[in-house]
């Protein structure tokens, strides 16, 4: 707890030199087991080798999950595959199947590619007219990953980079933010809470005194208050995607699934669960990374003329 203001810093320090690490719980939650990997082949045997041997918690077993759920519902980050989940993994490996249609080489050269270039070029044009004030480059990161997500995955045109308001994204942001500042002050109290008799406690965020707990809470309500303008959006956006006559044409991700409600019927709770899970898969991550890669050069400047030879080599003019 003492190093929860540096968490990932503290996991390196405790971890270093070590290609797997077990540690045991918080004094609140002692049977909790966190096992950090850093081997590549384990990684691989997680990830792919026996992938279906590992999946996520039951409901209730997991309180951050349980949180998570409350934000991104049954997407495939949350949901069970493998022969251990309820309905064999049927609905992750669905998913999974539609979604690898717009994760393709084809689509990414032809739609991905250019709109993340598009997106680039806008970004240029807007640090061009700040060259002699301060930016904050990772804000501008996520604002670039936010406004192309939001075209590849559901069409839509944004242009957060310019300081232009966006309902969906401000509430995406949001609803992160305060269910991390929840969870990062409650976390403890919720623990403890699932070992009160019935119906103060139950497994998970079910039981009376962790739902008076929240409703208590200004973060929590926040939260909800944000969860609710994205079910809003969702819905809206789902309602225009689904009335487009042109949707045989279109290449994003909530076309691809709605044109496949030919086979499956999917309502607009399970689709607006997907959306949000690959907003995550594909803005938070990419923003990170780039904001890392930048960090890394600005501090690294050997390697920063290194990259900038290889780039005027390979790409002259």
């Not at 804000?139 to 969906?168: K, L, N």
């Amino acid at each position: 707890l003492d190093n929860r203001h540096r968490f990932h810093d503290f996991m390196e320090d405790i971890t270093e030199g070590r290609p797997m690490s077990k540690m045991f719980g918080l004094a609140f939650e002692p049977n909790m087991v966190v096992v950090v990997v850093k081997d590549p082949d384990c990684i691989k045997h997680f990830l792919k080798d026996n992938f279906d041997g590992y999946t996520k918690p039951h409901q209730g077993d997991n309180l951050q999950l349980d949180m998570v759920k409350k934000w991104i519902g049954d997407g495939i980050f949350l949901l069970q595959h493998g022969p251990g989940a309820q309905d064999g993994g049927r609905a992750w490996h669905m998913q999974r199947k539609i979604s690898s249609n717009i994760f393709s080489r084809d689509n990414f050269r032809k739609n991905m590619r250019n709109v993340f270039v598009d997106r680039g070029h806008r970004m240029c044009a807007l640090l061009n007219k700040r060259l002699d004030k301060e930016v904050d480059m990772q804000q501008m990161f996520f604002c670039y990953t936010m406004d192309s997500i939001t075209r590849i995955f559901f069409g839509e045109e944004s242009d957060t980079m310019s300081g232009r308001a966006c309902e969906y994204g401000e509430a995406f942001d949001t609803a992160q933010r305060a269910v991390m500042d929840y969870m990062r002050k409650a976390e403890k109290d919720l623990y403890l809470m699932t070992y009160l008799p019935w119906p103060l406690g139950a497994p998970g965020l079910t039981g009376l005194a962790s739902r008076l707990h929240a409703k208590a809470s200004k973060d929590y309500r926040t939260f909800e208050r944000a969860c609710s303008t994205l079910d809003k959006k969702s819905e809206e956006i789902i309602r225009t995607c689904r009335a487009d006559p042109n949707i045989s044409k279109r290449s994003d991700l909530l076309a691809l699934f709605i044109r496949a409600e030919e086979r499956e019927k999917f309502t607009s709770k399970y689709l607006r669960d997907m959306i949000l899970n690959f907003m995550i898969a594909g803005r938070d991550t990419t923003a990170c990374l780039l904001s890392w890669a930048f960090f890394e050069l600005a501090t690294r400047p050997e390697i920063q003329h290194q990259l900038i030879a290889e780039i005027d080599g390979r790409l002259p003019g």
